[in-house]
């Protein structure tokens, strides 16, 4: 673990003194092993050290936290994620875009709120960015591709508002934070935050940036908080059994359905998507890293939690907070972080043990079945039926069934292909399965061609 420790340091040190950050906080999570917290730089305040308590503004990271708001009121059945916001919100223009499309940033809306506020640093209050929706752009037509929206997310901050009553960091504080422990983030920055900077190009002047308090667009990106929380909170978003295991604050489910991609970022470079309000950013091995990235005058944030993939010990995450707008390596320091952490400190290997055998009535299901001319391997695996094709590599998860209440020859797929299709089995007259049909597909034990003839046969 020292040596992981310091591989860990180094990297930080390095993307630190490169990028020119005055003050950089970092935790890296991980089930197997104690949190990882360190920081680099100056906090800014010669009475507030830079340490692991330092606060810094996290940006639109914010956005998550109003996304798991609207996904609790549609668990609650407040709200359908294909309402039009006009459902809910009395608005002047653009009512017919979605919940759904808002939270994954395919509606279309413009960037920001009406008007120059980043030349005013005068955000409306909420009357204000109600009217003056009127004025701002549909610059997409919906669903057409991603567009990021400040705006589409201050008002869905509004939608959860007026769903849940009451105001939005009252919401959050209340149904977020103090369930999850995330005692740290707040909507002010405390007395002991971190001052943010301008770094100048060409010198080595560093510039205080105003605070600003976004007002009306606080769902998108008001605020503060520690590397520590965030690492908790990416890793809640990205394993939240590891985290919230009796689901207070959503369910598995919901985050599982959160987290699956609707559109990618960009059109040639699939790097990176969005899902119901998180960014998601494939890895090798099959893994995910879930999370979003923050920027507000002076501040940089990014934070991600690791799903799936071999040798993920669960509940992995790293967050990376940097007192500079300009610093932009940062961004990247969270994957190489993991990365890093599971090369130098590999995760325990479980060992394997038997389990019990397949119930009585799936016996005859287990092994080679043909459908489509391609083979499939029916096994029963943690107390489960699952199929994988036989040529599929070996760290494709399978399908795996479930059996559907009251009829005992229908299973339904819960993961992996087919989710959510039926398998039907059809026994002989001693009750033996011989035929299968997955999502209407015919399987049988030999190759068979569409019209039932076997391939082996002239």
Known sequence: MANASAALERLVRQVQTQARVPALSVALRRADRPVWTFQVGASGRPDAPLDEATSFRIGSITKTFTAVLVLQCRDAGLLDLDDPISTHVKVPAHGAMTIRRLLSHTGGLQREPFGDIWDTLAPPDLPGLLDDLAGAEAVHPPSRRFHYS???????????????????????????????????????????????????????????????????????????????????????????????????????????????PLTPRHETVWGSGIGLGLMLWPQSGRAMHVGHNGAMPGFLAATCGRHGGAGNPGGMS????????????????????MAESLAQDPADIAPW????????????????????????????????????????????????????????????????????????????????VVRLHWATYRFTRRQESFDGVWASHP
């Open 150 to 260: 400040n705006l589409g997310f201050a008002l869905l901050g509004h939608v959860a508002e007026q769903r849940l009553g009451g105001s939005w960091w009252e919401l959050v504080s209340d149904r977020i934070c103090r369930p999850l422990g995330l005692a740290a983030t707040t909507y002010d920055a405390p007395a002991h935050a971190a001052v943010g900077y301008l770094v100048d190009e060409y010198s080595d002047h560093a510039r205080p940036e105003p605070n600003v308090d976004v007002r009306a667009a606080a769902p998108a990106a008001q605020l503060w908080s520690t590397a520590a929380d965030m690492a908790a909170w990416s890793a809640f978003l990205a394993d939240p059994k590891s985290v919230d295991p009796q689901g207070r604050v959503l369910a598995a489910a919901t985050l599982e359905e959160a987290r699956w």
């Open 318 to 337: 790293c967050a990376v907070l940097a007192s500079s707008g300009t610093a932009s390596e940062i961004l990247n320091l969270p994957h190489e972080l």
């Open 353 to 432: 043990s038997p389990g019990e055998p397949a119930p009585e009535q799936l016996r005859s299901v287990l092994g080679r079945w043909w459908g489509e001319g391609y083979e499939q391997v029916f096994r029963w695996r943690n107390g489960a039926l699952t199929a994988s094709g036989a040529d599929d590599p070996a760290d494709l998860p399978p399908s795996v069934f479930a059996q559907v209440p009251g009829q005992p020859d229908v299973l339904r797929t819960v993961s992996g292909r087919e989710v959510g299709e039926l398998l039907r089995l059809t026994r002989d007259e001693r009750g033996e």
